[in-house]
């Protein structure tokens, strides 16, 4: 998240307690949250606010995102990875399909499992004169 985007969950979250919000309260706040997603932030304070009548601290904020996250992940079996890559190659497949997953987004699919619709025609090449 950067400086904007940590002004404007602070804007959110005074809509809903009155707290002052000023230029020092926004980089505190960009300082506890800086590595968090902005639609995971704004999440978590929606939730909080549904079932908890607390003051809304960033604490509040990074534990609502970090169950968020590992919610989705639960819930979403890991696809089939790709065949034939080394360990080093798996890790990074399995991070960036994990970190789709915890981000709400589809993770890539496999290319050798997805095979063209049967309909369309085959694209060939121009041939060289």
């Known amino acids: 998240m950067n400086f904007l985007e940590t002004s404007e969950l602070l ?3 005074q809509v809903g307690d009155n707290r002052k919000v000023d230029d ?5 706040w960009w300082h506890l949250v800086k590595d ?3 639609a995971d932030a704004v999440e978590a304070v929606r939730e909080h606010r549904r079932v908890s009548g607390e003051y809304l601290t960033a604490q509040h904020v990074r534990a609502g995102v970090k169950r968020l996250r ?3 992940l639960d819930r979403t079996p890991l696809p089939e990875p790709p065949g034939g890559m080394t360990p080093v190659e798996y890790r990074d ?3 960036e399909t994990r ?4 981000d709400g987004r589809p ?3 496999v290319p050798e499992l997805v095979s063209p619709p049967r309909d369309l025609p085959a694209i060939r090449s121009p041939r060289k004169p």
């Open 11 to 13: 804007a959110r979250i």
């Open 24 to 28: 020092l309260v926004i980089e505190e």
């Open 36 to 38: 968090l997603r902005l």
């Open 70 to 72: 590992s919610a989705r």
């Open 93 to 95: 497949w399995l991070r």
């Open 99 to 102: 970190t789709a997953i915890a």
């Open 107 to 109: 993770p890539q699919l």
